[in-house]
């Protein structure tokens, strides 16, 4: 009797699949991280109140800092980019200081739950810093605006979304409802250009 091989990446392609197909961006991270048991959403959503304070430091200089928006495959693997496999995040500088990244996230491993803007995920610090250093395996592209983009009122609207309690959907790119969000459409909404 023949013994039969599966491989691996066959068995993950096959299994991941639907879930690329069925959900958005973030998605992907958590089934993943179910798998891997190293997700927890409530720590996401337990430090939005540091995100919070953040945001407030840089509001009280927001002429010091500059923001630029970007958009990413979901994973680091060469995979098409659509929108159910497109990741949105900001990123803060500061000249001599840095930078920040800031995106909106679920707290749950399921296609609704609570979300929570999150700063300097380990995501978007890895596909930024490759797409910094040339690598740019997560396809990362900036989001091209004529003048720039206006820090302080971008802020000022992320910090109006964290009070109003928005959901968090895969698929919100999809069915756009009221007080429902995706990292794109949360990107899209707070997004404002000089």
């Known amino acids: ?21 069925l959900f958005g961006c973030t998605s992907v991270y958590a ?3 179910v798998l891997a048991e190293k997700y927890d959403g409530n720590a996401v959503l337990k430090k939005e109140e540091d995100v919070k304070y953040i945001l407030a430091e840089i509001l009280e200089n927001a002429d010091l800092y500059t923001m630029r928006a970007y958009t990413r495959t979901a994973i680091s693997y060469k995979i098409k980019k659509t929108r159910s496999t497109t990741h949105s995040f900001y990123v803060i500088m500061r000249e001599g200081e840095g930078y ?18 999150a700063i300097n995920t380990d995501a978007d610090i890895s596909s930024y810093e490759d797409y910094l250093g040339g690598e740019n395996k997560w396809a990362v592209e900036e989001i091209e605006t004529e003048k720039g983009l206006y820090a302080l009122r971008i802020i000022s609207n992320i910090v109006e979304k964290i009070e109003s309690d928005i959901t968090y959907y895969y698929r919100a790119n999809v069915n ?3 007080k429902i969000d995706n990292c794109n459409t949360a990107l899209l909404e707070t997004l404002v250009e000089n």
């Open 31 to 33: 089934y993943m991280y």
């Open 176 to 178: 756009a409802e009221d």
């Open 100 to 117: 920040q990244t800031l995106s909106f996230s679920a707290t749950g491993k399921w296609a609704t739950s609570e979300g929570a803007w």
């Open 1 to 21: 009797m023949k013994k039969i091989f599966f491989n691996k990446n066959i068995v993950s392609i096959i299994f991941f699949a639907p879930v690329f197909m």
